[in-house]
């Protein structure tokens, strides 16, 4: 199916565990971004990627670590969850930096 | 670096038009303003974009004036299903690569 695609939807993990968001799109957009929102804080960027092996941080990258090895994939990776990483996050993709975005469906992290 | 201010609540009835206006006092001139809307566990879907003066598309119309330091979303006649939250934002090319999203306005529509 066309679009763009997070897994898993929901996860809770421990304190301490590495864990990974995947997200996948179709378009070949060549931009994809990391989001995780919060009540009080919005959506907040982690990291973007402009291109295959092109990666940079956003607002809040600390604890975060992503990787671009193919166009249309974007992991996003916590090394070690902390509690704080309890979020809703949100991956999306865009042909540039500025257009509009397309966002997936989001993933809900528990970190316990 | 632009901050958004967005009401945080509007309620309107169905028919009504709605203006939903967000400030963005430090707007940079390379800087592009969006709007989102948001349903509750989904992500934020794409509504309009604009730079400067007015822009329609099918759903929306986004007002910037000539200052750009705040824009306006209006939707016409919504009905139930616009029940949503709206997220302005601020695109910064300036100083850096940022994306400013508003804390959203929470519209609710009423029959």
């Known amino acids: 199916d066309a679009g763009i695609t997070q897994s898993p939807r929901y996860k809770i993990t421990e304190t301490g565990r590495q864990v990974t968001l995947m997200c996948h799109q179709t378009w070949s957009h060549s931009y994809m971004f990391w989001y995780r929102q919060d009540l009080g804080h919005g959506l907040r960027l982690i990291y973007y990627s402009a291109a295959a092996d092109i990666t940079d941080k956003g607002e809040v990258p600390d604890g975060y670590v992503v990787s671009r090895s193919k166009t249309e994939n974007f992991p996003l990776t916590l090394e070690s969850a902390t509690r704080s990483q309890t979020s809703v996050y949100f991956c999306?993709?865009?042909?540039?930096?500025?257009?509009?975005?397309?966002f997936g469906s989001g993933t809900r992290l528990t970190v316990v | 670096l632009a901050k958004t201010t967005q009401p945080i609540s509007m309620d309107s009835y169905e028919g009504q038009e709605v203006n939903i206006t967000c400030s963005h006092n430090n707007i940079a001139t390379n800087d592009y303003i969006t709007w989102y809307q948001q349903f509750p566990s989904q992500g934020p879907r794409f509504i309009i974009q604009g730079y400067k003066t007015k822009v329609t598309n099918e759903v929306a119309s986004l007002f910037i004036p000539a200052d750009r330091k705040s824009s306006t979303l209006s939707l016409p006649r919504v009905s139930l299903s616009d029940t949503a939250v709206y997220y302005c934002?601020?695109?910064?090319?300036?100083?850096?690569?940022?994306?400013?999203f508003g804390a959203g306005t929470r519209l609710f529509v009423k029959a």
């Open positions: 934002l601020v695109v910064a090319n300036t100083g850096g690569f940022k994306t400013i």
């Open positions: 999306a993709s865009s042909e540039s930096r500025v257009y509009g975005y397309t």
